[in-house]
């Protein structure tokens, strides 16, 4: 199917819910959790995973949910995730990904890392304009997701969702619970540029970060650093020493 075949798929309301749903999660998603999510009866969700496979938008497999193995353990379940490939419509036809790509292999081979970042840099102060540096996490999340960067929340073992402050002070008390919430860090699992970053990894990463440096604001209560993990943006978000006590 062409892209703009495929992209088209996703203007029924009740599929498009079910795509979003399963790119948000970051993770396999079962036809149960997908219909629940999205509202609908599990015949209607496959009904539309499966169309969404076929087209390439999101690629399926199985596995046992219940966590179990061997016998009574029940049989698979299909699972999705979000397809790698990507998927675009330009009208009339360009080519920027073309012309972005010969410019950071001229600017690697002379060395311009750093003339690239400042102007990176210069690029995210305008686009937050006059504003404050960015205020917390949260309005940090608002940011980056208005840019595409799929962002979410993580506590710093990785546990998605992490740092729910009612659980949190319940079990350890409110000094407890504060440093929960301290410890919770912004992790995106788009990147922008990600078909150039991966021909010019340490130029374009090195890129995106100062763009978000610049974008959140120095010192202000939150910082970007970089810290690569397959598969996501090599940049995490997370508070600023210089909010600490």
């Not at 410890?183 to 763009?211: K, Q, Y």
């Amino acid at each position: 199917m062409k892209d703009i075949d495929v992209i088209a798929l996703l203007q029924e309301p009740v599929r498009r819910r079910l795509y979003e749903y399963v790119v948000a999660q970051g993770r396999e998603v079962g036809r149960n959790e997908a219909a629940e999510a999205a509202g609908v009866a599990r015949t209607l969700a496959a009904h539309h995973l499966d169309r969404l496979t076929e087209a390439g938008l999101l690629e399926s497999g199985s596995r046992r949910l219940t966590g179990r193995s061997g016998p009574g353990a029940g049989r698979p379940a299909k699972v999705y995730t979000r397809a790698r490939v990507e998927r675009s419509v330009s009208l009339p036809a360009r080519d920027y990904r073309t012309a972005a790509e010969l410019l950071a292999e001229v600017a690697e081979q002379a060395g311009l890392d750093a003339g690239l970042c400042a102007a990176a840099r210069r690029r995210g102060e305008a686009l937050r304009g006059a504003a404050a540096p960015c205020g917390g996490l949260e309005e940090a999340m608002e940011m980056l997701a208005a840019r595409g960067y799929e962002p979410h929340l993580e506590d710093a073992e990785g546990a998605e969702g992490a740092g729910d402050a009612g659980d949190s002070e319940g079990a350890q008390g409110p000094e407890g619970a504060a440093a929960g919430a301290s410890a919770r860090v912004v992790r995106m699992r788009n990147c922008p540029f990600h078909a150039v970053a991966e021909r010019f990894p340490p130029l374009v990463c090195g890129m995106n970060l100062a763009l978000l440096e610049g974008l959140l604001g120095a010192d202000g209560p939150v910082r970007a650093r970089m810290d690569a993990r397959p598969g996501e943006c090599c940049v995490v978000v997370e508070p600023s020493k210089n909010n600490e006590d």
